[in-house]
Structure formats: C-alpha cells, structure tokens
Antibody, heavy 120, light 108 residues
Framework: EVQLVQSGAEVKKPGESLKISCKGSGYSFTSYWIGWVRQMPGKGLEWMGIIYPGDSDTRYSPSFQGQVTISADKSISTAYLQWSSLKASDTAMYYC?????????????WGQGTLVTVSS | SYVLTQPPSVSVAPGKTARITCGGNNIGSKSVHWYQQKPGQAPVLVIYYDSDRPSGIPERFSGSNSGNTATLTISRVEAGDEADYYCQVWDSSSDHGVFGGGTKLTVL
C-alpha cells in the first residue's frame, strides 16, 4: 500500500527556520516525483515544487523559487520542505503528494498534511 | 505564468448534473487533472488526463477538454459530492505545475 506520512504540526516564530518531512512507503521512492502543495487558511491549493528523489532534479513554481528549498534523502525514502526564515504569511497546511510514474503531471497519492503556524 | 480560472462556486440539486469549468489559454493542448477536497481532508484525484478516472472513482465523474475550457461533469449528484474541486495542469513552457483557484460545489 502506497503511503506518504508527513511530520507533525509545527508552531514557530517569525525568522526561525523549519524543515518538514514526508516519508514514502509501499513503492519505489526513487522512481516517482514528489511534490509539495500549500493551502493557506480558507484558501485554495498552490503548487510549490517537485523533486525526483532518484537524482534530486527539482522544479519550483516561480512564486516559491528562492522562498523554500525542496530536498530528498533516498536512503530513508523521505522528502523535505524547508524554510530558512519563516514569515507569518507562511502559516498554512502543507501537503506532499506523489506524482504518477513518469514525467511531472498529476498527483495520485497525498500525505495527510502538516500544519505550520508562524506567530510571534 | 499559466493561469487557470474556475468559478468560485457551483450549486446543484441532488440527482442533477454539475458542471465545473476550468479556463486557460489553449488549455485543450494540455492534460488537465481534477481533484476533490472535502473539509479537513487531503485532496483526492478524481479525473486525470482530461477524462480518465482512477480506480474507485464513480462513473458519475467525467471530464472533457477542448479549446480554452476544460470541464468536470458530475452526473446524478449526491450530497457526498459536496466539496471543493480543483483543476491542475503541468505548464511545460515554464516547467512547473499550476492549480486553478478552486470551485466550491454545493448540493442544495
């Protein structure tokens, strides 16, 4: 069974750093792109970026390029989303999702989401 | 950057047909995917590559894509279909994915 299990909720202060994780199981982790999606409170889905764990090839939405870093550790089947300096506007639910096999297109499996709250 | 436009809301009576549109410049040349998201839950893929259904998705869900508009059609709408629906494409010209703004489907 394909599963994506994300790390737990985080409460941070502005300016702090953060790295959240997404552990894949039940499939060949290195053979599927993994993406990250933001959902701000009461708002829609926003496509952030995607990584191919096999070779760490990464693509970002222009809206998120330079604002976050996506990485993966294939030895432990885990993808990451990190911030070096959080802002209050980073408060959101963040989902990881597996792309179907092949080139980036649609997401067929999703994690449960990680709620990030940034507040002074 | 490529923009996908969805109506904020669509309302339909039970048993009727709901149509949710997703507009984009020459979207017919792209593959469109649709997700359903219920409150407090992660999204679920309901249509991929314009009109294919993942296993487990009822046949009542269908999709089409032509010209500047893609459409998700839900036939014989049930109360359980009430959710937010998002279209999504891969923008190959800028090498990243894009979601539409989402449509809230209300079952009257």
């Amino acid at each position: 069974e394909v599963q994506l299990v994300q790390s737990g909720a985080e409460v941070k202060k502005p300016g702090e750093s953060l790295k959240i994780s997404c552990k894949g199981s039940g499939y060949s982790f290195t053979s599927y792109w993994i993406g990250w999606v933001r959902q701000m409170p009461g708002k829609g889905l926003e496509w952030m970026g995607i990584i191919y764990p096999g070779d760490s090839d990464t693509r970002y939405s222009p809206s998120f390029q330079g604002q976050v870093t996506i990485s993966a550790d294939k030895s432990i089947s885990t993808a990451y989303l990190q911030w070096s300096s959080l802002k209050a506007s980073d408060t959101a639910m963040y989902y990881c999702a597996r792309n179907v096999r092949g080139r980036p297109s649609q997401f067929d499996y999703w994690g449960q989401g990680t709620l990030v709250t940034v507040s002074s | 950057s490529y923009v996908l436009t969805q109506p904020p809301s669509v309302s339909v009576a039970p048993g009727k047909t709901a149509r949710i549109t997703c507009g984009g410049n020459n979207i017919g040349s792209k593959s469109v995917h649709w997700y359903q998201q219920k409150p407090g839950q992660a999204p679920v893929l309901v249509i991929y590559y314009d009109s294919d259904r993942p296993s487990g998705i009822p046949e009542r869900f269908s999709g089409s894509n032509s010209g500047n508009t893609a459409t998700l059609t839900i036939s014989r709408v049930e109360a359980g279909d009430e959710a937010d629906y998002y279209c999504q494409v891969w923008d190959s010209s800028s090498d990243h994915g894009v979601f539409g703004g989402g449509t809230k489907l209300t079952v009257l």
